[in-house]
């Protein structure tokens, strides 16, 4: 269960369920809900491992209940700096529609785009500055075709990603995890 109040802003329902956006998403059964979870962060708290606090592994990301017509997924993590800045820790893209998980350190699955903190094609390990507990989305995009990014040599931005995602976009489904670092950190 997610902790009282991280579920609303995601588009969660209580229960993890991602509710769809009716106007790009097709019909699905009642008992089919598109879903995204990360085995890596119980209780919804990212493990200290896929931080650099630990030893930057890309966190495992498993969905299910994909619509029909789904012909490939984009995951990303971001993080919400402020109103303006958003940093992009892991974009991937061109999953094929057979897959239903990204495990711990992936590499071999999808295309790797370009994080926002280092700029290259692969995870880029939360390190959180400042105190407190810090929020981190992962949302996993169901396509209806493979998305058409611009050819760059140090990988697609999430922004360029969700550009080209977005008329394309059957449905998503996102988690908010959170990590607290340590206090000698």
């Given at each position: 269960?997610?902790?009282?109040?991280?579920?609303?802003?995601?588009?969660?329902?209580?229960n993890?369920?991602?509710?769809?956006?009716?106007?790009?998403?097709?019909?699905?059964?009642?008992?089919?809900?598109?879903?995204?979870?990360?085995?890596?962060?119980?209780?919804?708290?990212?493990?200290?491992?896929?931080?650099c606090?630990?030893?930057?592994?890309?966190p495992?990301?498993?969905?299910?209940?994909?619509?029909?017509?789904t012909?490939?997924?984009?995951?990303?993590?971001?993080?919400?700096?402020?109103?303006?800045?958003?940093?992009?820790d892991?974009?991937?893209?061109?999953?094929?529609?057979?897959?239903?998980?990204?495990?711990?350190?992936s590499?071999?699955?999808?295309?790797?785009?370009?994080?926002?903190?280092?700029?290259?094609?692969?995870?880029?390990?939360?390190?959180?500055?400042?105190?407190?507990?810090?929020?981190?989305?992962?949302?996993?995009?169901?396509?209806q075709?493979?998305?058409?990014?611009?050819?760059?040599?140090?990988?697609?931005t999430?922004?360029?990603?969700?550009s080209?995602?977005?008329?394309?976009?059957?449905?998503?489904?996102?988690?908010?995890?959170?990590?607290?670092?340590?206090?000698?950190?």
């Amino acid at each position: 269960m997610l902790p009282a109040g991280r579920w609303a802003s995601t588009g969660l329902s209580r229960n993890g369920s991602a509710t769809s956006d009716a106007s790009s998403a097709q019909a699905q059964p009642a008992t089919e809900r598109f879903t995204l979870s990360s085995p890596d962060a119980p209780g919804c708290m990212l493990a200290a491992a896929h931080t650099c606090d630990g030893w930057a592994e890309t966190p495992s990301i498993i969905w299910s209940g994909a619509p029909s017509g789904t012909v490939s997924y984009a995951v990303t993590m971001h993080t919400q700096v402020n109103h303006f800045e958003t940093h992009a820790d892991l974009v991937v893209y061109d999953t094929p529609q057979w897959v239903s998980e990204l495990p711990t350190t992936s590499r071999e699955i999808g295309t790797f785009g370009a994080n926002s903190i280092i700029g290259r094609g692969e995870y880029a390990p939360r390190c959180s500055k400042g105190p407190g507990m810090k929020d981190y989305v992962l949302t996993v995009f169901a396509l209806q075709s493979m998305p058409t990014v611009p050819d760059r040599q140090q990988g697609v931005t999430r922004e360029e990603l969700l550009s080209s995602t977005s008329e394309i976009t059957l449905a998503s489904a996102s988690i908010t995890v959170g990590y607290t670092r340590p206090t000698n950190s």
